[in-house]
């Protein structure tokens, strides 16, 4: 089905607040094999509202509205469904009973602000009856058009639980299947990858590749979409297979893989730390961080994955020099004769943290993110890695391009790829 | 003046891309005095894209668009401008020069992919003719539209450096003036702060306050238009001021503050890591980290500031309880006794980071995150904070709701916010 989805709030429009709803409402739809032609977000203005609900009603098969459900003043949401849609609001009493019901410790003020929420369009069916949770469905014009709170895990939990299959069985069996993966890159510009793969989108009219940077990744998605071969296939001799959606796809996905290689770390919802922890997982290893310009970047992204403390003990922020001596047994003459940002100082930290902390492996970063610090010799941007395993310790030197936090992100990156290259036995020579 | 963004590519319309640019964009323009009627995203479609296009063209004073420029196959913005708006791609030689001089290192094959960025809409003027950046200006049914490239850093760079400016020379003096600040709070319920100060609102039709929990805080604006006072005012006495907008704007602003007091942490722009930092500098204090289930968060979010290195040494990321020994030196015993979640081992990580780092001011973690490791006694969303002085140390305990990742973001939020109360003086008792 052709969705479009509806962002409401002056927090959006003023640029005080960063939309992610419709950004997560777009992934799940298109993952169900929806496309979505358009995304808007309107400020708290119900005429404004109520001339993107008709535009979109008249254009597509479904429509997801997200914010302006709240029980505070500037939530006119169901005020535009009034004026645009002449639904006025009427009172819901099985919600209301249900916000009564509640012992959320509201005051008798709070309470009456709360009573708003049982006040819905006329014809509104709530998505969620047994919970007191905002969110309603609204068959418009033979559409139907969702309205979600704006609370990022409401509207999460109502779109997977609620929208999603409700769309599924609305659609029937029309729906337009398409096959799709991506593949997640670092190391390479988009501009690189597109002249290694470019050419494979002329295998049929049915195939898309996009290129998405992701900064500091690049995305590519492969996408075939359901139909009968577009070019008439040759006289099919007896050994000829069928280039059906699913052989197709096959084969572009392969040829992808042989392209970009070692460089795809990951597929689909796969992240860099989520492939490292899974390695470090899978070969029983243990892992332990000196972290000095990235602060912490990267065992935050780390003990993000639950069940990480099975292969990460922790590390230290070695932030001053200081640090680096008393809790990493990094010696006062080598930072004195080679600076903290050198190499020899990144494997005494990688080497101080993997014995101290009693580890198979550390890794250790020490760098200049700027917009400070940097000189001729080691310009802002100057990153050193080391690698310490039981058997030997490397150093890595890079030079990063960007403003201090790209440089800390794309540090952070290099990093979990140069700990999934060793452990894939594919690091490349310093 | 009033301005809408379109955003463009299948990246976001798919949900693969989060779309920042249209929240930058809304947000300098806002800050500029324009108001920002609709943002909308567009997939690589140049029939919608064209459509949007001339809708915005129609109702808007000025149009941003970001995304679609680059020189791969699927950037089609152009084609949709030679399409909506009748003006086909020419050769910009200048352009095309300037692509060929810079010796960015590309291969043949790459340059004449490169080249179609010298192709642009008949009638365009180039915003950054000394670089080689993407980006130009179309003024179209006498409306300015600003088409940037979606790299992130290009198009905050064009904006600020190019559009806005060139919007204020557009404009003349006809721009219509708003005060505004945002107050962002932490510790308490959008519901609460509504009632709190909801009623401030009714002070003239010319304010507006709105409330937007941006997890774990909740932002408040508030907003004065300029204009006549709404109300006749009274027969004015010598002695009563005129009830201009700054006035009005002082007179709620002071409300405002002496209604939510310690818990607004901060305005704008600031950020409660940024005040903590300001706080930790102008006091002259040091401090170090022991995080055990923020794993790294809060050294991350203090070291994203530059010149953090003032104030803040480092730390111990000490996942595991064998971190905790080792680096920190909490008792084996005490682990035992008490579990690594409990008062006694934050008092002793704090301690422990405090004495070691040698610093004045330390600050412990250790919590449940989830999903899993809780229990009847310590749930998930237990967490225990240590602070530890040169005169004393306490510890507190705080019971949080949500998923691990919320979890984690609270707590480093509470975290930096018992290190504001602690710095000002005005700590909650434990």
Known sequence: MIGEIIAIGNELTSGRVLDTNSRFAAGQLFGAGHEIIAMATIGDSPEEIGRALKRAIARSDFVVVTGGLGATSDDLTNEAVALALKRPSVLFPEVLEKIRRCPAGQSATEMRLLEKLAW??????????????AGYLLIHDHTPVFFLPGVPHEMQELLAERVIPRLALWQGESVRRVRQRVYKIFGRPEIEINRLVGHLEKASPRVRIGYYPVFPEVHLSLTVIDGPPATPAPAPSATTSIDTTANLFDRLAAQIEAALGDCIFGRDEETLEGVVGCLLRTRAQT???????????????????????????GGVVSYSNDLKEKFLGVGHQLLLA????????ARAMAEGVRERAGVDLALSV??????????????????YFGLATLERTLDFLYRFAGDRRQIREIAAATALDLLRRHLLGKLLQP
Do not use: N, Q, W
Request: negative net charge; charged residues 15%; contains cysteine.
């Open 120 to 133: 819905l369009p006329d014809g509104a069916e709530v998505l969620s009856p047994e919970r007191r949770m």
């Open 287 to 313: 892992l332990a961080l000196a972290e000095s310009c990235t602060g912490g970047l990267i065992a935050g992204k780390l003990t993000a994955l639950p069940g990480s403390s099975a292969y990460f003990s």
């Open 366 to 383: 020490t760098g200049i993110a700027g917009p400070g610090g940097g000189s001729a010799e080691k310009p802002v941007g100057t990153v």
């Open 338 to 345: 080679h600076g903290a940002v050198s190499g020899p100082v």
